[in-house]
């Protein structure tokens, strides 16, 4: 863990070109996965393209990312990936962000299946809440939307061992594609309705350029809703906060809560408050960017002040609402665009 004193954070809130906060960040802290899901890392991607172990980003460099962006009002950071769980020292990554002081809340996505033997650890060293990607249950079916890498009893002992070591409820995601994995859903609902986790839908998006999107492809999560609401009738529950991606419904019957991100079909361009630093060191300010920003140098150098201003003149002129454009072109508004294993989903 860094030894080096950190005064008090004094708060600069920046503001981008259509008035949105900086609040959240995600750092994918690689690009690599032990999973091979469709919509993600699609068995075929080639690994000569990822960025090698020698060029991730270190703890140190991640930790004075986090130090520099809660200067200007960010108080949640997500590490994703790739699949977080491939870096040996992301205990040492999450306990050196807890110890900053700044983040009120700091969460990890993760597919489970590496999880069981470092829930505590990850616990321990400061971590306040897990996402689990899960996206069938049927052993067969999780197979191939795992591209035949994963199997699903890992995820759920993986899970079991989070709520073990004190996390508590987990949100567990589940992307669904027609003609994919459109029969797990009420497999996926009856399984954690009462659990106390809160499972979420998220519609199949066009992230990068190798998932094969088509919109004809995108189940929409009001179908998926109403799917589910036949079986056990839901009720809508008011938003905590404004950026909130998930559409959220609680069960009539006192089973818990379900949500659903629609980010096909209904949009959030107008209330997002992520940036995202990417595997390879580059920011980006959309989950659909085709470029990003390299600051790896400003990182590795420890020029903290100049990396302050990067950040500032960066996000100041984001104007990114792809997902609004989208709808109104009807089709994908660009085909080359950063891959979602690398900005982190």
């Known amino acids: ?53 020698t060029q991730w980003l270190t703890p140190d460099e991640i930790e004075r990312f986090v130090w520099i ?25 999450v306990a050196r962000i807890a110890s900053l002081g700044v983040i009120a809340d700091l969460a990890l996505t993760t597919n489970g299946a590496l999880l069981a033997p ?35 009893d890992e995820v759920l002992a993986g ?4 709520v073990a070591a004190g996390f508590g409820s987990l949100k567990i995601n589940a992307v669904i594609e027609r003609g994919r994995n459109e029969d797990q859903v009420l497999l996926l609902a009856e399984h954690f309705r009462g659990s106390g986790h809160v499972l979420r839908f998220i519609e199949f998006m066009d992230v990068g350029s190798c998932n094969g999107w088509r919109r004809e492809s995108v189940v929409p999560g009001s179908e998926l809703r109403e799917l589910i609401a036949v079986r056990w009738p839901l009720s809508p529950v008011t938003a905590r906060h404004r950026s909130e991606v998930a559409a959220r419904w609680a069960y009539a019957d006192g089973a818990g809560e379900i949500g659903f991100i629609n980010s096909v079909t209904q949009p959030f361009c107008g209330d997002c408050t992520r940036l995202r630093l990417g595997a390879d060191g580059c920011l980006y300010t959309c989950l659909f960017s085709n470029s990003g920003k390299d600051v790896r140098p400003l990182l590795t150098m420890g020029n903290e002040a100049e990396l302050g201003r990067s950040l500032d003149s960066l996000w100041r002129g984001r104007r990114d609402r792809y997902s609004e454009l989208r709808n109104v072109a009807g089709s994908p508004v660009s085909s080359s665009k950063v891959e979602m294993y690398r900005v982190g989903g």
């Open 1 to 53: 863990m860094s030894a080096v004193p950190r005064a008090p954070v004094g708060v600069t809130e920046t503001l981008d070109a259509l008035a949105r906060p900086l609040r959240d960040v995600r750092i994918s802290l690689l690009d690599q996965c032990n999973f091979r899901c469709p919509y993600c890392m699609p068995a075929g991607v080639a690994k000569a393209s990822m960025v090698r172990r």
């Open 159 to 162: 899970i079991e061992a989070a």
């Open 69 to 93: 962006a809660a200067q200007r009002g960010v108080r949640k950071v997500r590490l994703t990936g790739g699949e977080p769980m491939l870096r040996h020292d992301l205990e040492d990554i």
């Open 118 to 152: 470092r829930a505590r650890g990850l616990r321990e060293a400061g971590l306040d809440r897990l996402t689990v990607s899960l996206d069938a249950l049927d052993p067969r079916s999780f197979r191939e939307m795992s591209g035949a890498r994963g199997q699903v």
